[in-house]
């Protein structure tokens, strides 16, 4: 059994790192992602299974400090606006439905140096490697933005809310700024966060997720609670992702529950009941991920929901 690498972690911490380690290789936790506060993808699961996800995906782009609303395209500025609201819409829930686990996404416009979506490397000239130097803009203004996200989950802490903390995603590419310099960079920043959130600002609620599967790049077993990886399929095939479980662990470690952070396509769990492989939940992404019928189809939507080796909420 695990415990919790934040040595000060709230009970509430606690207890859902256990249940996540009971979990896995038993059943499998649903999850979705919501791309809104109006949360349309809760709704289509549930107008079509009759069932809600017990795990919800909840994204914190809007509240980056330096977003440029005066020269961004619509379409950033839409997803901008749609995200509003989404930590309200959080915490409303998780007081609401005690049974429910939150995991919050975080596309970070770049600190500095951005236009448009700067979350992504190509829309910024912000260079990661020079927040690892002391005395840098860049430092200064990586730590401005950690002490803004830091204040907006601070009242989840205070009411012993867990939250399972997906920081510097998918660091093993390099489409987002924080992995442009490789994924080396992207665990220093991560250990950065790490140190800071620990042990500056207390955010005792957090359980530590990392999400990439690259070996030099593990930040280690005494910064991260759970080993996680996205991945979207090319095309539809029924799986339970058991290559891409073997191939996470191996590279990273064998001591942390895991998880399917980000899919596109919902897992099969006729199969995933008969090999076990100890995923402990997944998050399907959001939009047309899950509403309409582009990547899962009403009926296997049906089939998940339906499982009796799925955890719905309620269950």
């Not at 069932?51 to 901008?80: A, M, Q, T």
């Not at 840098?136 to 012993?160: G, N, Q, S």
């Amino acid at each position: 059994m695990q415990t919790a690498v934040n040595r000060n972690a709230t009970k509430g911490a606690k207890e859902l790192l256990s249940y996540l380690c009971d979990v896995a290789g038993k059943k499998i936790i649903t999850g979705q992602h919501t791309q809104t506060k109006d949360m349309e993808e809760i709704g289509h699961i549930f107008d079509k299974t009759g069932k809600r996800p017990k795990l919800r995906g909840f994204e914190l782009l809007s509240y980056s400090p330096n977003i440029d609303y005066e020269e961004s395209s619509f379409e950033c500025l839409k997803e901008v606006y749609d995200n509003r609201g989404t930590l309200k819409t959080a915490m409303d829930w998780a007081r609401s439905d005690k049974g429910g686990i939150l995991t919050f996404s975080f596309h970070w416009f770049s600190p500095m140096y951005g236009s448009d979506k700067s979350f992504y490397t190509e829309h910024t000239s912000f260079d990661p490697e020079k927040v690892l130097e002391e005395g840098t803009p860049e430092r200064k203004a990586f730590y401005h933005d950690m002490d803004v996200i830091a204040d907006l989950l601070k009242p989840f802490c205070d009411e012993d809310i867990p939250v399972l903390w997906r920081p510097f995603h998918e660091s093993d590419g390099t489409w987002f700024w924080w992995g442009s310099k490789g994924p080396v960079v992207a665990m220093e920043l991560y250990k950065l966060m790490f140190d800071y959130y620990v042990n500056e600002k207390h955010l005792d609620n957090l359980l530590w997720v990392w999400n990439a599967k690259t070996p030099e790049a593990y930040p280690g077993d005494d910064k991260v609670d759970v080993i996680s990886i996205d991945i979207y399929l090319p095309e539809y095939k029924p799986t339970d992702y058991k290559d891409e479980y073997e191939e996470l662990v191996n590279n990273t470690t064998k001591n942390k529950v895991a998880a399917l952070a980000e899919i596109g396509y919902l897992p099969d769990l006729s199969i995933l009941e008969k090999s076990r492989v100890p995923w402990a939940y997944f998050m399907t992404w959001s939009r047309e991920f899950i509403v309409g019928q582009k990547f899962n189809t009403n009926e296997r939507l049906k089939a998940v929901y339906g499982s009796s080796y799925a955890l719905n909420d309620g269950d």
